[in-house]
């Protein structure tokens, strides 16, 4: 079994007038050990595709092993095998933390004691707890806690700290970062980039049914051509509280400065990627002062994933900063 999860030329169509075709011959293998992560906006496909890995919608056509096992042949045995954490886990609240657990805890021929699964997600001391009485961050753990109670090979966590307060999504970070480090194997969707970029080792971007990107997070970044990045807004001397747009012949000169490898227009700022900002800020006042324009403002800071989406999407994925 080379991969945990190999998924090849995978097609999945809708009946509908005319037909929706939600992925479009996917390619996607995910290596034993790894926290393989999957970004996308609404509409691409990772949702559909993940939920056809995880057994619970079919193929139109094209092949898909999870632990060497087909859900055709072994839907049983890989049941055994995985865990699955879904963004929205409807657990019943009048039973207590413990009982919930159990009950899950019931439904594999082997699996963790019920004190053991809840220390792993840190909710000991609510053991006695009704769900009810949990908060967000607290369910979210025992969602999870309910996903790794059968020690499974590969887990599935979908968006798993989607409306998390800082401290409770830094408490799941915590748990993946535990899960990786005993090598269990995680496939991860998120609609943070922050997230995918300090858990992940290999990225997946999903666009239109299709992946359009797959590398480790760094290597991504490097693709933009440069890591870090200068935004800044303009205007003319005379008017220097009126912001300016930029047109085409204005992006095409900043696109000559040097170490700039990528210029593009977001929102009412302009955006460069480059290698040393240093050298593009003082470049860029003078460029500016020979044309009569001013700095409205302007910031710097480290290439992100976010900058890499955009650049591959034209999009902002939802969750992630402005």
Request: proline share 4%; hydrophobic share 40%; with cysteine.
């Amino acid at each position: 079994m080379k991969f945990a999860i190999d998924c090849r030329n995978l097609v999945k169509t809708y009946a509908a007038k005319p037909p929706v075709q939600a992925v479009r011959g996917i390619d996607l293998q995910v290596e034993y050990g790894e926290c393989f992560g999957v970004l996308g906006p609404n509409g691409a496909g990772k949702t559909t595709t993940i939920e056809i890995l995880e057994g619970l919608l079919s193929a139109t056509s094209g092949d898909v092993q999870v632990l060497g096992c087909t859900w055709e042949r072994d839907s049983a045995e890989i049941r055994q095998r995985i865990g699955v954490s879904l963004q929205e886990t409807v657990l019943s609240d009048d039973l207590t933390v413990a009982e919930t657990v159990r009950l899950f805890r019931s439904f594999y021929r082997r699996a963790l004691p019920v004190e053991q699964a809840l220390s792993r997600v840190s909710l000991q001391e609510k053991a006695h707890a009704r769900v009810n009485k949990l908060s967000g961050g607290q369910k979210q753990r025992l969602a999870v806690a309910c996903a790794i109670v059968s020690e499974p090979e590969l887990l599935f966590l979908d968006e798993p700290t989607t409306g998390l307060d800082p401290t409770s999504r830094r408490e799941v970070w915590e748990i993946i970062r535990q899960l990786r480090a005993n090598g269990r194997t995680i496939l991860l969707t998120t609609h943070y980039m922050d997230e995918a970029q300090r858990l992940c080792d290999r990225v997946a971007i999903f666009d239109e049914g299709r992946v359009i990107a797959l590398d480790t997070p760094d290597q991504l970044i490097r693709s933009l051509g440069g890591d870090q990045v200068v935004r800044f807004s303009f205007a003319r001397r005379q008017d220097p509280q009126q912001h300016l747009s930029p047109d085409a012949t204005f992006l095409d000169r900043l696109r000559g400065m040097p170490t700039v490898s990528h210029v593009e227009s977001v929102s009412d700022r302009v955006q460069l990627t480059c290698q040393q900002f240093p050298v593009v800020v003082t470049v860029l006042i003078e460029f500016l002062h020979q044309h009569d324009y001013v700095l409205s403002d302007l910031s710097t800071r480290e290439a992100t994933l976010d900058d890499v989406f955009i650049h591959l999407t034209g999009k902002r994925l939802e969750g992630s900063a402005a």
